[in-house]
């Protein structure tokens, strides 16, 4: 009788971490519209008056950094473009830009002016398709 032995796989981590999608964060202080919980496009109000005064809104949004257009070579790990560290003989990989609600003080036609959920770029991800498996409505 035969036995295999299995060994554990053994990591070494040589130069700093990496993210697999690379992503620039920013405050945005002039954000002039965006889209509600409800898919409705409102007006998102700058600066509003409070009891001790205008209160100004900013929002801290990340989202996957665009290519440098410099060179011939295809870029990884920025927007629209392939995941670094993937193994692309079984997996089809993209990096892209992910959203989540945060509370803004908004104006519409319909709903007047109030707090309301809009949505903003909070991440940048790895998405994964497997090579094995016919994708719908996708490339």
């Not at 009891?51 to 990884?76: I, N, S, W």
Request: charged fraction near 30%; glycine fraction near 8%.
């Amino acid at each position: 009788r035969h036995t295999l032995s299995r060994h554990k796989r053994q990591l070494e981590h040589v130069g700093p971490e990496r993210s697999v999608c690379e992503s620039i964060s920013r405050w945005v202080m002039d954000r002039r519209t965006a889209i509600d919980s409800h898919w409705h496009n409102v007006t998102v109000l700058n600066k509003f008056p409070t009891k001790k005064g205008m209160l100004a809104q900013y929002f801290y949004e990340t989202k996957c950094r665009g290519p440098d257009h410099r060179g011939a070579r295809v870029e990884h790990g920025v927007a629209g473009a392939g995941c670094l560290g993937v193994d692309k003989k079984h997996w089809v990989s993209e990096c892209q830009t992910k959203q989540s609600f945060v509370r803004a003080f908004t104006s519409d036609n319909v709903r007047g002016t109030g707090w309301r959920w809009i949505r903003i770029d909070s991440s940048c991800v790895c998405v994964l398709y497997s090579r094995n498996h016919k994708r719908r409505g996708t490339r």
